[in-house]
C-alpha cells in the first residue's frame, strides 16, 4: 500500500484486469486490501483496466474511473460489498468467454468441486469447512468458468461468512463487519489455489436443520442444468441464453443433491466422493 495524506493507492490483478484503488481514508484501504490481498500487483506503468476512488468515511462515496458515481455505502461493510459487485460486473462484460458462476469453489489434487446454494445457503460455510481437511482454497462466492476447457478459474477474495460457524472456529485476524466476518486470505487454513482447474464436481446445497446426517443424491445432467443454471451471473453472454454452457458443464462433471447436516460430517460425505473421483479419474 502506498500512500500520502490524502490518498492510499493497492493495485490488483484480478482474472488477468488491472484494477487500482485509491482511497482517502487509510482505514478503508487497509479493508479493501485485506479483502483482496491475494490478488496483489506490484505498481508500475501500466494503466488501469478498472480505476477506483474511494472518497469520506461512513458515508463513502465509491467513483470509478474518477467520474462515474458507482454507490455511497453508509459503512464498512457496505464499502466492500459495493466495490466488489462493481468489480465483479465488470469483469464480467470484459471476460465474456468464462462463465460466472454464485458459487464456492475448493481444489484436490489440482482439480476443482463447486459449491452452490442461494445466499446463505451454505456455500462459504461449507468452503470454510473443507479447507480444514486438506483442500485448495478458489473461491467462496464466484467460480468463474472456461466452459470449452471445463476449467474453474480462482477467485480467492476474503472468504466471507454471515455468522459464525459451528465446529471450525475463526482465527484472531478475522474482519468483523456489522454483518459479515470475512477471513482474509494469507488466515485461512489451506493454500490459496493460483491457477484454474478442471471441474470435476458439483455440489448444490440444501441445509436442513432438522436432518441428523447428510445425505447425498446424484443428479442426471439435465436435472444437474435445470438447478445450476438459476446460479447463473452472465448466461446472457453466452449463446443460447447460456443453456448450452450450462449443459455442457453439467454434463462433464458430476452433479450431486447435497443436504448438508453437521459440518464435520458433511466434510466427510463430500470429501469421499471427491477423493473417489480423484481415484477413478471419474
Not at 27 to 50: H, I, K, M, W, Y
Request: aromatic share 6%; charged share 15%; hydrophobic share 40%.
Amino acid at each position: 500500500m502506498s500512500g500520502d495524506a490524502l490518498s492510499f493507492s493497492d493495485q490488483f490483478n484480478i482474472l488477468g484486469q488491472r484494477v487500482r484503488i485509491r482511497c482517502s481514508s487509510r482505514a478503508a484501504a487497509r479493508l479493501l486490501s485485506t479483502n483482496l490481498g491475494a490478488f496483489a500487483a506490484t505498481e508500475g506503468n501500466v494503466a488501469p483496466d478498472l480505476d477506483y476512488t474511494i472518497t469520506g468515511t461512513q458515508p463513502f462515496t465509491v467513483l470509478r474511473a474518477g467520474r462515474v458515481a458507482v454507490a455511497h455505502a453508509a459503512d464498512a461493510g457496505d464499502l466492500l460489498y459495493e466495490v466488489e459487485k462493481d468489480i465483479v460486473i465488470e469483469l464480467q462484460r470484459r471476460t465474456p468467454q468464462l462463465f460466472f458462476m454464485h458459487s464456492g469453489a475448493i481444489a484436490w489434487e489440482g482439480r476443482a468441486s463447486l459449491f452452490v446454494a442461494e445466499s446463505g445457503g451454505g456455500k462459504s460455510t461449507t468452503t470454510w469447512a473443507m479447507l480444514h481437511h486438506g483442500y485448495g482454497y478458489l473461491s467462496d462466492e464466484i467460480a468463474p468458468i472456461a466452459v470449452d476447457e471445463l476449467q474453474v478459474h480462482p477467485y480467492p477474495h476474503a472468504l466471507c461468512l454471515k455468522r459464525l460457524p459451528p465446529s471450525y472456529p475463526l482465527p484472531a485476524m478475522t474482519m468483523r463487519l456489522n454483518r459479515t466476518l470475512h477471513v482474509p486470505p494469507h488466515g485461512l487454513p489451506a493454500p490459496i489455489v493460483g491457477e484454474p482447474c478442471p471441474l470435476d464436481a458439483i455440489f448444490l446445497l440444501r441445509h436442513d436443520p432438522t436432518a441428523t446426517e447428510p445425505s447425498l443424491r446424484r443428479l442426471t445432467a439435465a436435472e444437474g442444468a435445470a438447478r445450476l443454471f438459476v446460479h447463473a451471473l452472465n448466461a446472457l453472454a453466452h449463446s443460447n441464453a447460456g443453456l448450452d454452457a450450462v449443459l455442457h458443464i453439467t454434463s462433464n462433471a458430476r452433479c450431486y443433491a447435497l443436504t448438508t447436516a453437521s459440518l464435520p460430517e458433511t466434510c466427510e460425505l463430500v470429501g469421499s466422493v471427491i477423493r473417489d473421483l480423484s481415484v477413478s479419474g471419474k
